[in-house]
């Protein structure tokens, strides 16, 4: 594994990541974000979760997690 993860790994990580949360009521969005020279993954969580109940990485992608709040329209 790269000590940096590339927008191609970041992107298929991301997929991943949809597919395995996508039954979480907590997960608002799922995105790609950089992170120091690399990339991860930033799912937003609508209420904090436990940190042990979600992944921390996917196809050696990190895993960002940021709890902010339910989406609303505007």
Same mark, same amino acid.
């Given at each position: 594994?790269?000590?940096? !993860? ?6 298929? !990580? ?6 395995? *949360?996508?039954?979480? !009521?907590?997960?608002? =969005?799922? $995105? #790609?974000?950089?992170? =120091?020279? $690399?990339? !991860? #993954?930033?799912?937003?969580? $609508?209420?904090? #979760?436990? &940190?042990?109940?979600? &992944?921390?990485?996917?196809? $050696?992608? &990190? *895993?960002?997690?940021? #709890?902010? =709040?339910? *989406?609303?329209?505007?």
């Amino acid at each position: 594994m790269s000590a940096h !993860a590339t927008i191609e790994k970041a992107r298929a !990580a991301k997929d991943e990541a949809k597919r395995r *949360l996508a039954d979480r !009521a907590d997960v608002v =969005g799922v $995105g #790609v974000t950089r992170r =120091g020279k $690399g990339y !991860a #993954v930033k799912v937003n969580l $609508g209420q904090a #979760v436990d &940190p042990t109940s979600v &992944p921390h990485s996917l196809k $050696g992608v &990190p *895993l960002v997690f940021e #709890v902010v =709040g339910k *989406l609303r329209k505007r």
